[in-house]
């Protein structure tokens, strides 16, 4: 089993930055990509950004948050930390960590485990 909490949503104004960390306890040994997803009201939840093997692997990113958003994992730790900077009002979500240990890493079905959520809100 693989539990994930995370921590740091909040309210921001647009153009501001944020902070989100994800902490992995329990059989951390199974997982190979990191994930984060988010929710907004009435859609989909979509790809984010990824890393595998904590960072000694490839990150990817949403063509969204490309140049914006940075991903970064600590094996050390076992945490995952999303930086999203120059945030923007359709960056509002509940962002979802994830961990898996396949490498479709843009699948929600790649991931067996989940974090609860964090509300992320973007608004002047």
């Known amino acids: 089993q693989v539990q994930l909490v995370e921590s740091g949503g909040g309210l921001v104004q647009p153009g501001g930055s944020l902070k989100l960390a994800c902490a992995a306890s329990g059989y951390t040994s199974s997982i190979y990509a990191m994930a984060w997803f988010r929710q907004a009201p009435g859609k989909e939840r979509e790809f984010v950004a990824a890393v595998t093997s904590w960072g000694f692997g490839s990150t990817d990113y949403a063509d969204a948050v490309k140049g914006r958003f940075t991903i970064s994992g600590d094996r050390a730790e076992n945490t995952v930390t999303l930086h999203m900077n120059v945030l923007k009002p359709e960056d509002t979500a509940v962002y979802y960590c994830?961990?898996?240990?396949?490498?479709?890493?843009?699948?929600?079905?790649?991931?067996?485990?989940w974090g609860q959520g964090t509300q992320v809100t973007v608004s002047s």
């Open positions: 994830a961990a898996g240990g396949g490498p479709k890493v843009f699948q929600t079905t790649n991931y067996d485990y």
